[in-house]
């Protein structure tokens, strides 16, 4: 499908420069930026009279449509691809957005779509995902198999593998809520054409009357994944669902720790008071510790942090018998936040970025006790950051979803001009700097940037040669880390980089593949130079070319 609505003019390569504008536009430091803000969702139907046609069939009540949650695809981890189409434009990264719409309400055409930028930041349309027919609800049968009913959060790992938890429930926030079809994982591959490479519907002993599929985390074992363990919230029965992705499996882990507090049941968000007795709902993966990992998790109605470490969890016959005791395995602060939590994340070394239902977002590095005078509030904004619903860490960057959800609990009639949703982007080490969260004391973390940056003015100025009017492309792998030289035990950090670059013309071309290692000893380059001391392999010359 076409989005008609929108107007990139100026044609491919004005495109590029107004993506190239969007992306360097990073957010400022310490603080939340506005990506994408909706007054209402819209959809790219195929034209304004489809679209017309929707909205009078009550199949699409812009009003009715909630962004909940946010997911990013940017290829391998630390990759990126840079694309030149034969002018003086800047090169772009190419990425996937990627955001939630729950049919908790009637007049939702599509419960999960990709970001399809508009002429501004405002005007930015969302495109059914996979496609419109697989979200699309039959007036008669439903087919369970290939429609996408309801969907509240996702998850895309570092394999490219987009996990979709379909609750199977339509108009959840509506007296006529429904089960239509049994809740079910869908895994699609985004590095190869968003192919199916899995659908698995969880058992009927699994699913309880009351439950709602709402959150997932995943936990990769080996290089190619086949070891993977997907860990999903039932928050309104209480219960965690483990899935084994090798064996095609699925068990229920019935613990305590996973319900509510009933005094913590009571919200209000920007004047509007709601009740909620939602159990388990945020999850975070802490970093790998001899061979083992925590799973952070807390309540939604609950201002206390738990964790479980998911070598316990992955121990099917624990769960055989129901509820357990947790003792010596679950555990649970002794101390609390001020006020409640919705989703959280953890960053590679530790650090638990949490969104609190005072509009703002908070930070607690897992070396250190859970108590207050080590939990940082790091951003808060009562305007941008009402209901945060959604969060995800993408590179060095968290992106979080704010809504205004507590308007759909309640009849409340709310602004009809007012920017109801906002999917925000904002810096990890910008955002935890200066606070107890940070630990990092021996190397300046922004230098990774300069290295990065350092590279790529090499390898783009080893090609200087090439017309402005050739296409080109230009790939790398970076992966930076740290470790000591010498006796004097001098911090090293070093950024080891490989990738490609390629002249493509149907009369001449031309490629470089590289190796190459850069150094920083207390935070002075060592050899910015990099390209004089890489290895070059598979040259291709063509005439006087690019190459030196």
């Known amino acids: 499908m076409v989005p008609y609505r929108c107007r990139w003019g100026g044609g491919f390569i004005s495109t590029l420069v107004a993506m190239a504008a969007v992306l360097a536009c990073g ?37 009715n449509c909630v962004i909940l949650d946010v997911d990013i695809f940017q290829g391998p981890p630390e990759a990126k691809i ?56 039959s ?40 089960s239509v079809c049994p809740p079910k994982l869908l895994i699609f591959d985004l590095k190869n054409g968003d192919r199916v490479i899995k659908t698995y519907k969880f058992p009927s002993s699994q699913v309880k009357d009351v439950s709602l599929f709402t959150n997932i985390e995943v936990e990769i074992e080996d290089s190619k994944g086949r070891n993977t363990f997907a860990y999903i919230t039932d928050t309104t029965a ?14 229920v882990v019935d613990q305590a720790y996973f319900y509510p507090y009933p005094n913590k049941a009571h919200f209000k968000i920007k004047g509007v008071n709601f009740d909620l007795m939602d159990g388990i709902l945020g999850l975070a993966l ?59 994340v953890m960053t590679d070394n530790g650090v638990l970025i949490f969104a609190s239902m005072d509009s703002s977002l908070g930070c607690w590095n897992s070396q250190d006790p859970f108590n207050t005078k080590n939990i940082h509030t790091i951003y808060k904004s009562d305007e941008d950051f009402q209901f945060p619903s959604g969060m995800k860490i993408a590179g060095d960057k968290v992106w979080a979803v704010s809504s205004q959800l507590q308007n759909h609990f309640t009849t409340m009639v709310t602004n009809r001009k007012s920017v109801k949703y906002r999917v ?60 000591k030289n010498g006796a004097q035990q001098t911090p090293v950090k070093s950024l080891v980089l490989t990738g ?17 290692r850069m150094s920083m000893i207390n935070g002075q380059l060592k050899n910015p130079d990099c390209l004089g001391n890489s290895r070059r392999r598979n040259r291709m010359r063509r005439g006087p070319g690019p190459l030196r």
């Not at 957010?27 to 007054?39: D, H, I, K, L, P």
């Not at 490609?500 to 190459?516: F, G, P, Q, R």
Request: charged letters at 25%; one cysteine or more; a negative charge.
């Open 286 to 344: 802490g970093p790998i510790i001899k061979n083992d990992r925590k799973l952070y998790f807390h309540a939604f109605a609950s201002v206390r942090e738990s964790w479980v470490n998911t070598n316990t969890l992955k121990n099917r016959s624990l769960f055989q018998n129901g509820l357990i005791d947790g003792s010596g395995t679950f555990f649970l602060s002794s101390e609390v936040r001020e006020t409640q939590s919705s989703v959280e």
């Open 238 to 251: 209480y219960k965690l669902i483990v899935y084994d992705f090798k064996n095609d499996e699925s068990w």
């Open 500 to 516: 490609n670059v390629n002249v493509h013309s149907h009369s001449k071309s031309a490629s470089l593949s590289y190796d190459c």
């Open 82 to 137: 840079f694309f030149n189409m034969g002018s003086n434009s800047n090169p772009v990264i190419k990425q996937r957005v990627f955001v939630t719409v729950p049919r908790i309400k009637p007049g939702n055409p599509a419960s999960i779509a990709e970001i399809v930028p508009g002429d501004r930041p405002s005007s930015v349309l969302l495109a059914p995902y996979p496609n419109w027919k697989a979200n699309t609800i």
């Open 27 to 63: 957010a400022v430091a310490g603080t939340m930026e506005v990506e994408y803000s909706w007054v209402y969702v819209d959809y790219t139907f195929a034209s304004p009279n489809h679209r017309e046609s929707a909205i009078n069939s009550k199949k699409f009540i812009p009003e």
């Open 139 to 178: 007036e008669d049968t439903i087919n369970c198999d290939d429609t996408i009913v309801s969907v509240f959060r996702t998850k895309i790992d570092h394999l490219g593998r987009f996990w979709v938890i379909d609750v199977g429930t339509l108009d959840q926030f509506e007296m006529t809520a429904r």
């Open 424 to 483: 925000l982007v904002g810096r990890v080490d910008e955002l935890i700097r200066r606070t107890g969260c940070d630990k990092r004391t021996t190397v300046d973390y922004d230098n990774d940037e300069f290295l990065v940056e350092s590279f790529d003015d090499n390898i783009l100025h080893e090609w200087r040669a090439v017309p402005d009017t050739e296409p080109w492309s230009y790939s790398r792998m970076s992966r930076v880390f740290e470790n």
